[in-house]
């Protein structure tokens, strides 16, 4: 092997996918409820992304961000004019988007202290892998950025005591996704809002999981009434060409000028067709109802088909994004629910995590239940 061995593999190797079906090298088919991580929104495929994709191909590649990138001003405005940003800096990853965010913050404002939430993630460069509240994450890579301080998710008294007059931002995902898919409560969002008025401090949510249609909304932040000064997004932007974005409010654009920032591919005229694709479908309203839709069917046949099962302790969701708690270690699940013919993900070592595509048909959703249903009982 020629690769080195940073991830886990599961013995599936895919040989095409369409939709939310994907079929391996054997010509065996699985039901997708992981989108390559809550990547492919709109399943494998989608036709109008491919058909810009390939539109683009015939044109150019790569011209670098020296010159004017027409197609790159169109996915700005389409971003800028569903959200509360203003500017928009392109990247190739929710980790890069993380990076610029939290460089934006720091010299926007002149301070240094990042408050983040224990269990959150945000990604595994140096400093996102400081911003991530799992020390798993940051083992045997030495001393880490300084000046990140860490709260508790939910628990507001917990930030107050890290907040104050020196901290540039607080940093949090509105769905802790990796962390076992715990969404916020209003009450602890409407308390971070006054807490950061109060304290002169920045707002950025990281929607690289939560964004792109994934609840059901545009972005997560606009179930909480919540206008972030920066936010940031990956996975679901590009429907799985790699690109991410660094989204901002108008008085933050005098901190990031030229010079200050940049990235050799980020905003690809190829990934920018994806993502320009992916948002005017997203986006619309009667899609993000479809969603709702969807989601609620599922909620539906997992309070019915799973909720009452005795290893089930809770049930999390928010749009298409659903955690199911088992109170003990699940990992073998995921490799045997795989041998059924479905993908799903674990989210730490007690959580199913469920991030079906968009798209999914309520019958594909049914299967998918039944088969986890079946699983379940099978441990008990």
């Not at 990247?91 to 988007?97: K, Q, V």
């Not at 628990?155 to 802790?176: F, G, H």
């Not at 619309?284 to 479809?290: G, H, K, M, T």
């Not at 009452?308 to 990992?331: E, F, T």
Request: include cysteine; charged fraction near 20%.
């Amino acid at each position: 092997m020629s690769l080195f061995p940073t991830y886990n593999r599961f013995d599936l190797a895919i040989e095409s996918a369409e939709g939310s079906i994907v079929k391996d090298v054997n010509g065996k088919t699985y039901i997708d409820c992981a989108s390559g991580i809550g990547v492919c929104n709109l399943g494998h495929r989608h036709k109008a992304v491919q058909a810009a994709i390939e539109t683009q191909l015939q044109k150019y590649w790569h011209i670098s961000n020296l010159y004017k990138n027409p197609i790159q001003q169109n996915v700005a405005k389409l971003i800028t004019d569903n959200s509360p940003g203003d500017y928009v800096f392109f990247c190739n990853s929710g980790a890069e988007a993380n990076e610029a965010a939290i460089k934006l913050a720091r010299k926007a404002t002149g301070k240094e202290k990042i408050i983040t939430f224990n269990q959150s993630f945000h990604g595994r460069t140096f400093a996102t892998m400081a911003a991530t509240g799992q020390e798993k994450v940051r083992i045997g890579f030495g001393p880490m950025l300084e000046k990140f301080a860490y709260a508790d998710f939910n628990d507001l008294a917990s930030l107050e005591k890290e907040i104050d007059d020196e901290t540039a931002a607080v940093l949090l995902e509105v769905v802790q996704g990796e962390g076992g898919v715990y969404p916020a409560t209003q009450e602890f969002i409407d308390g971070l809002k006054s807490l950061c008025e109060k304290h002169g401090v920045l707002i950025i949510v990281d929607e690289i999981q939560t964004g792109i249609g994934r609840t059901g909304k545009k972005f997560g932040f606009d179930h909480y009434g919540l206008e972030p000064d920066i936010f940031t997004l990956a996975k679901g932007l590009g429907n799985g060409l790699p690109v991410g974005a660094m989204v901002a409010k108008a008085p933050l654009e005098e901190a990031f000028g030229p010079g200050t920032h940049g990235s050799t591919f980020g905003g690809n005229p190829v990934s920018m067709a994806a993502a320009e694709a992916v948002l005017e479908t997203v986006f619309e309203i009667d899609f993000l109802n479809d969603v709702e839709a969807t989601a609620a069917f599922l909620e539906e046949k997992l309070t019915e088909e799973i909720a009452s099962l005795p290893n089930v302790q809770a049930i999390r969701q928010k749009g298409l994004m659903v955690g199911i708690d088992c109170g003990k270690n699940i990992s073998h699940l995921v490799p045997a629910l795989i041998e059924q013919g479905l993908l799903v993900l674990n989210a730490g070592e007690n959580v199913i995590r469920l991030l079906p595509p968009l798209t999914i048909t309520k019958e594909q959703l049914t299967e998918a239940v039944s088969l986890i249903k079946t699983a379940l009982e099978n441990e008990e």
